[in-house]
Nanobody
Framework: QVQLVESGGGLVQAGGSLRLSCAAS????????MGWFRQAPGNEREFVGA????????YYADSVKGRFTISRDNAKNTMYLQMNGLKPEETAVYLC????????????????WGRGTQVTVSS
């Protein structure tokens, strides 16, 4: 099982930007499609976006399309989430995970979750 660790979260003002990282252990990282989710207290885990194993294709939730960008560097065993134009309602714990079914936007089709990194967007 691949192990994932998120980092890069913090406090940012509305309209600001953050770049999150998801570092994976193991030499099989390049075999996995990956995804980003976010979860605020009391809310269901929400799909943000996903990327193919090669990094050649991505797809995103409509709410973040045009503002967020997912990329990966398989040589570094790392996936990234660049977030621009952040909004206060996007305050949440951001998590990365391995995708089990390509094209899925639901958390049940992902596994090997990281523990998350907190993103707080102030108004």
């Amino acid at each position: 099982q691949v192990q994932l660790v998120e980092s890069g979260g913090g406090l940012v003002q509305a309209g600001g930007s953050l770049r999150l990282s998801c570092a994976a252990s193991g030499r099989t990282f390049s075999n996995y499609a990956m995804g980003w989710f976010r979860q605020a207290p009391g809310n269901e885990r929400e799909f943000v976006g996903a990327i193919t194993s090669s990094g050649g294709r991505t797809y995103y939730a409509d709410s973040v399309k045009g503002r967020f960008t997912i990329s990966r560097d398989n040589a570094k065993n790392t996936m990234y989430l660049q977030m621009n134009g952040l909004k206060p309602e996007e305050t949440a714990v951001y998590l990365c995970a391995v995708c089990r079914v390509w094209g899925s936007r639901h958390y049940s089709e992902y596994n090997c979750w990281g523990r998350g990194t907190q993103v707080t967007v102030s108004s």
